[in-house]
């Protein structure tokens, strides 16, 4: 017997803040989705959500994309890591508010850098 397969569902991080304010998140989109994650029950479900106004704007300023190529941009990866974490709180509440079984998982916690 095998087992379920896994079904990954991404949410862009347009959709659940707001792009043209940083740190601004669409707390109702949150709450509606995480309705419809619940009636859906679906088995294996890995949720995945992006940065938006939370993650963007930090990322881009310290030009994170390019990797480290200076001390400076450290702060802003840990800026950029802290205000993804506050996004994924607002989720994460939103998901058990609605009783979705969900345990968060950082990329950090899954990634290995080279050279710092």
């Given at each position: 017997m095998s087992s379920p397969k896994s079904i990954v569902l991404k949410i862009g991080g347009s959709v659940i803040t707001d792009k043209n304010e940083e740190m601004?998140?669409?707390?109702?989109?949150?709450?509606?989705?995480?309705?419809?994650?619940?009636?859906?029950?679906?088995?294996?479900?890995?949720?995945?959500?992006?940065?938006?106004?939370?993650?963007?704007?930090?990322?881009?300023?310290?030009?994170?994309?390019?990797?480290?190529?200076?001390n400076s941009q450290k702060i802003g990866f840990a800026q950029t890591h802290h205000f993804m974490t506050v996004l994924n709180g607002l989720v994460m509440d939103s998901l058990i508010w609605h009783e979705v079984l969900a345990v968060s998982i950082p990329p950090s916690a899954l990634m290995t850098t080279k050279n710092g």
């Open positions: 601004k998140a669409n707390t109702q989109v949150i709450d509606r989705l995480a309705t419809e994650i619940k009636e859906a029950n679906v088995e294996n479900l890995l949720l995945v959500h992006g940065g938006g106004s939370f993650g963007h704007p930090v990322a881009k300023r310290y030009n994170i994309k390019e990797g480290f190529k200076e």
